[in-house]
């Protein structure tokens, strides 16, 4: 079978098919015929190196999958030959075939296309625990949402208006606040040409935001801790900003690095404020809490109040043209990649 290698630390094109021996399921464990992989930024990252907990190379990427069961191994009992299932894995994903313990894969009902199922795992499961979960995010809340138009973005704004959110939202240019508006955000800003910061003041009367999610860090941090008002809540979830359209810009790195303000503890108590930051790539054990959470999800595709947008699809020969696209910033919603 062939399957996607990251075979060194470095730009898109180190992500090489190779050949390699079909995997059997052990105890427990589901082979899955992989029909589409959803990409993620933390497999940017992965292949740049900077993620943490990525193995050294050479290693097959990728977190997310749908496809078919081919063989169940012993013991389980949830699967059987020819169900439709979506599946993480840590790494691995970019692949013909995978094994992956059954207890992380859940069925795919049979009106979701494979395309679909592989865009709803990651995005919505870190839009719903920041949101939900962590923020525990009210009706007539102000959220601020950094990457509003990518795919963590997308799904974050279509679970908040749902619960009635009003929603600020930044992004990289002008057609991708476009994205954002059509997936219900209420006010956009451009962080490359404008000031965000002192948009949203003026917008809210200088009231400020209670939810801020933020995937970018640096002086995005920055610039989102100063907004936030008397108990309000920050959720730092990645930090896309020491990353370049081709990799890793050592200097502009540090400057983000050191942009990020040091936060006193004292002060969030007299100002009122919490911080919370997670990785969902080290709560992959958490098993029944992401059940749970995907059944809720599906509740909400079913209803169509949430519905991925696929921003670009690619074949499985072009996966290192979907990284790049993903890289370069100029993506919208989420890539997925058909097998
Ligand atoms: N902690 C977790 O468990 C978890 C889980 C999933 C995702 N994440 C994080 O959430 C973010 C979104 O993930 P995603 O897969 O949905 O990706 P995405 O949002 O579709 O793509 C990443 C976006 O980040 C923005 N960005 C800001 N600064 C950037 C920079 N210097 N280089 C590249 N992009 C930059 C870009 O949007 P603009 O051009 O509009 O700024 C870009 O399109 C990522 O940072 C990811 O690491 C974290």
């Given at each position: 079978m062939k399957a996607a290698f990251v075979t060194r630390f470095g730009?898109?094109?180190?992500?090489?098919?190779?050949?390699?021996?079909?995997?059997?399921?052990?105890?427990?464990?589901?082979?899955?015929?992989?029909?589409?992989?959803?990409?993620?930024?933390?497999?940017?990252?992965?292949?740049?190196?900077?993620?943490?907990?990525?193995?050294?190379?050479?290693?097959?990427?990728?977190?997310?999958?749908?496809?078919?069961?081919?063989?169940?191994?012993?013991?389980?009992?949830?699967?059987?030959?020819?169900?439709?299932?979506?599946?993480?894995?840590?790494?691995?994903?970019?692949?013909?075939y995978v094994c992956v313990d059954a207890n992380h894969a859940q069925p795919v009902p049979k009106k979701m296309s494979f395309e679909v199922a592989a865009a709803l795992g990651v995005t919505y499961l870190t839009a719903y625990h920041g949101l939900i979960t962590l923020a525990k995010i009210q009706k007539g809340e102000r959220l601020l949402l950094h990457a509003a138009a990518g795919g963590v973005g997308t799904a974050a704004i279509q679970i908040a208006r749902h619960l009635g959110v009003e929603i600020f939202g930044t992004a990289s240019s002008a057609q991708k606040l476009d994205v954002a508006h059509q997936q219900g955000m209420h006010h956009g800003?451009?962080?490359?040409?404008?000031?965000?910061?002192?948009?949203?003041?003026?917008?809210?009367?200088?009231?400020?935001?209670?939810?801020?999610?933020?995937?970018?860090?640096?002086?995005?941090?920055?610039?989102?801790?100063?907004?936030?008002?008397?108990?309000?809540?920050?959720?730092?979830?990645?930090?896309?900003?020491?990353?370049?359209?081709?990799?890793?810009?050592?200097?502009?790195?540090?400057?983000?690095?050191?942009?990020t303000p040091l936060i006193y503890p004292p002060n969030i108590v007299s100002k009122n404020l919490g911080l919370f930051g997670f990785n969902l790539y080290f709560l992959f054990d958490e098993v029944e809490y992401f059940r749970k959470a995907s059944r809720q999800l599906m509740k909400w595709y079913d209803q169509a109040i949430i519905k991925p947008v696929v921003g670009a699809r690619y074949t499985f020969d072009r996966i290192a043209e979907a990284q790049e696209l993903l890289q370069s910033r100029k993506s919208y919603g989420k890539i997925v990649v058909n097998v």
């Open positions: 730009p898109p094109e180190t992500l090489q098919l190779r050949d390699v021996a079909k995997p059997s399921p052990a105890e427990g464990q589901i082979l899955i015929a992989v029909k589409a992989i959803g990409l993620n930024f933390a497999d940017v990252m992965s292949r740049l190196g900077v993620y943490p907990g990525v193995p050294k190379p050479p290693f097959i990427a990728g977190l997310e999958f749908s496809g078919v069961v081919e063989h169940v191994g012993k013991n389980v009992t949830s699967f059987k030959r020819g169900d439709r299932v979506l599946a993480f894995t840590r790494q691995g994903a970019y692949a013909e800003f451009n962080y490359q040409t404008e000031d965000f910061e002192r948009g949203i003041r003026q917008r809210t009367q200088g009231k400020g935001i209670d939810v801020v999610m933020d995937s970018v860090g640096g002086m995005v941090f920055r610039k989102s801790w100063r907004l936030l008002a008397p108990m309000g809540r920050y959720v730092l979830y990645g930090f896309a900003a020491v990353t370049g359209r081709r990799g890793i810009n050592r200097l502009r790195a540090i400057k983000e690095i050191v942009s």
